[in-house]
């Protein structure tokens, strides 16, 4: 068998990051660039070819819509080139979970495409990042990755793109999944998928946008008033997404606020995990509103952004999206 040829798209975070000494605590992401990427996991040994494209050098708290513009294009091309096999994005953890999922609603399911990215900087003692890319490359390199959406590989588990939250501020294991933890166990020298692949053939579930219009998270809390509502109106914002308290509730005044926003009004939870479902404590046939189900506060607000951006903003057809896995 021919080694798989991967193209590794940078975009900086801690796995790019430098501290300028192995015992340092504060450093800086995005400090490495490909060409140096590269020579490092060629330097390993892996049983793959690469090439590589510079597409930032942040801190993915930073990534805004000029990369993910960018991001797209060059995956879309290395989609359609022949000559790639798979494809990694090196990334930063703490908005991993919203580009991969971005990126997992508006992609073709051809071939693995996986982001990587680690929690502490290259120069660390003890650093996660080399481990992290060379499973990468064995995810990326592997025809069962194809068909399953966008991955994430972190701490030698592979996460699908719609489950995968950044769980922990600090530690190699920071990563979760929900409700499906990971669907598979990866090391550098072996991958074992826990089941078949779910999308083979499945074309991009939307277009990718022009733009994506602003909608802002509002967390609840105890007391929480509801001129916060308005402030976010005022901003601009076309949606928001309530980062509400368990099963995403809020005090009654600022659920009544949300229902008379008059723009889409999605509720997701501020607690770690679980599904916030319809008309449980709140009456969301009556207000309007759309449960978030399996999706964070983050992640809903990357498909509430989705679906305006292509005319999607019907509560029913929205709730249909928010429904599908
Ligand atoms: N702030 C960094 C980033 O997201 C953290 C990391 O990469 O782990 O780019």
Same mark, same amino acid.
């Given at each position: *068998?021919?080694?798989?040829?991967?193209?590794?798209? !940078?975009?900086?975070?801690?796995?790019?990051?430098?501290?300028?000494?192995?015992?340092?605590?504060?450093?800086?992401?995005?400090?490495?660039?490909?060409?140096?990427?590269?020579?490092? !996991?060629?330097?390993?040994?892996?049983?793959?070819?690469?090439?590589?494209?510079?597409?930032?050098?942040?801190?993915?708290?930073?990534?805004?819509?000029?990369?993910?513009?960018?991001?797209? *294009?060059?995956?879309?091309?290395?989609?359609?080139?022949?000559?790639?096999?798979?494809?990694?994005?090196?990334?930063?953890?703490?908005?991993?979970?919203?580009?991969?999922?971005?990126?997992?609603?508006?992609?073709?399911?051809?071939?693995?495409?996986?982001?990587?990215?680690?929690?502490?900087?290259?120069?660390?003692?003890?650093?996660?990042?080399?481990?992290?890319?060379?499973?990468?490359?064995? @995810?990326?390199?592997?025809?069962?990755?194809?068909?399953?959406?966008?991955? @994430?590989? *972190?701490?030698?588990?592979?996460?699908?793109?719609?489950?995968?939250?950044?769980?922990?501020?600090?530690?190699?294991? !920071?990563?979760?999944?929900?409700?499906?933890?990971?669907?598979?166990?990866?090391?550098?020298?072996?991958?074992?998928?826990?089941?078949?692949?779910?999308?083979?053939?499945?074309?991009?579930?939307?277009?990718?946008?022009?733009?994506?219009?602003?909608?802002?998270?509002?967390?609840?809390?105890?007391?929480?008033?509801?001129?916060?509502?308005?402030?976010?109106?005022?901003?601009?914002?076309?949606?928001?997404?309530?980062?509400?308290?368990?099963?995403?509730?809020?005090?009654?005044? @600022?659920?009544?606020?949300?229902?008379?926003?008059?723009?889409?009004?999605?509720?997701?939870?501020?607690?770690?995990?679980?599904?916030?479902?319809?008309?449980?404590?709140?009456?969301?046939?009556?207000?309007?509103? =759309?449960? !978030?189900?399996?999706?964070?506060?983050?992640?809903?607000?990357?498909?509430?952004?989705?679906?305006?951006?292509?005319?999607?903003?019907?509560? =029913?057809?929205?709730?249909?999206?928010?429904?599908?896995?």
């Amino acid at each position: *068998m021919t080694s798989p040829r991967i193209r590794i798209l !940078a975009t900086g975070g801690t796995i790019a990051g430098s501290a300028g000494s192995a015992i340092e605590r504060g450093y800086r992401p995005g400090q490495i660039g490909v060409a140096e990427l590269l020579s490092a !996991a060629q330097a390993l040994g892996l049983d793959a070819r690469f090439d590589g494209r510079d597409i930032a050098a942040i801190g993915s708290q930073d990534i805004g819509w000029a990369h993910w513009n960018a991001l797209h *294009m060059s995956i879309f091309d290395a989609l359609l080139d022949d000559d790639t096999d798979g494809i990694i994005v090196t990334h930063g953890t703490d908005t991993a979970e919203e580009t991969a999922f971005l990126l997992d609603l508006t992609l073709q399911a051809g071939k693995p495409v996986v982001l990587v990215g680690a929690m502490r900087p290259a120069d660390a003692v003890g650093s996660d990042g080399m481990r992290n890319l060379s499973n990468a490359v064995r @995810v990326a390199g592997d025809e069962l990755a194809a068909g399953r959406g966008v991955l @994430v590989v *972190m701490s030698d588990q592979v996460f699908a793109a719609i489950d995968v939250r950044k769980a922990a501020t600090g530690g190699a294991e !920071a990563f979760r999944g929900f409700p499906r933890g990971p669907i598979a166990n990866v090391t550098p020298t072996s991958l074992d998928w826990f089941g078949p692949p779910d999308r083979t053939g499945r074309g991009a579930r939307f277009a990718w946008p022009d733009g994506l219009p602003r909608v802002s998270i509002l967390t609840a809390y105890a007391g929480m008033e509801p001129d916060a509502v308005q402030c976010a109106l005022s901003g601009g914002a076309q949606g928001l997404v309530l980062a509400g308290l368990g099963q995403g509730n809020a005090p009654t005044p @600022v659920l009544d606020a949300l229902a008379k926003a008059g723009v889409p009004v999605v509720r997701s939870s501020r607690v770690d995990q679980g599904s916030v479902d319809r008309n449980l404590e709140v009456d969301d046939d009556a207000l309007g509103f =759309v449960a !978030a189900r399996g999706l964070g506060p983050a992640k809903a607000r990357i498909l509430l952004q989705v679906l305006l951006a292509n005319g999607i903003a019907d509560p =029913v057809r929205m709730q249909a999206e928010f429904d599908r896995r």
